[in-house]
Nanobody, 123 residues
Framework: VQLQASGGGLVQAGGSLRLSCAAS????????MGWFRQAPGKERDLVAT???????YYTDSVKGRFTISRDSAKNTVYLQMNSLKPEDTAVYYC??????????????????WGQGTQVTVSS
């Protein structure tokens, strides 16, 4: 089973990026999926999560700017990031949970993780 994250890069403040996370080896259509991020010296924190039926939850700092979505037919989850800020700079990780289909903020509920993709926002 593999989660392959892509789409990171360097962007100026105010710009946009779209992250993708393609799963292979098993289907996650009944699973909660999430995006987390980790800045240097900080803990890995939730950015957004989506349930198996499409319910979403966002951390306060990205509400109104980021959108999480999923395409179950493609076994892929996306994170559209708009109006990016320097404080969004981090390694972004996608994750999948086989324990619940409900959107969940706890990283301990996720048992599959992608390799991470770097997002750098310059001021």
């Amino acid at each position: 089973v593999q989660l392959q994250a892509s789409g990171g890069g360097l962007v100026q403040a105010g710009g946009s990026l779209r992250l993708s996370c393609a799963a292979s080896g098993r289907t996650f259509s009944s699973s909660a999926m999430g995006w987390f991020r980790q800045a240097p010296g900080k803990e890995r924190d939730l950015v957004a999560t989506i349930s198996w039926v499409g319910s979403t939850y966002y951390t306060d700092s990205v509400k109104g700017r980021f959108t999480i979505s999923r395409d179950s037919a493609k076994n892929t989850v996306y994170l559209q990031m708009n109006s990016l800020k320097p404080e969004d700079t981090a390694v972004y990780y996608c994750a999948a949970s086989t324990r619940t289909g409900r959107a969940t903020a706890s990283l301990y509920e996720y048992d599959y993780w992608g390799q991470g993709t770097q997002v750098t926002v310059s001021s």
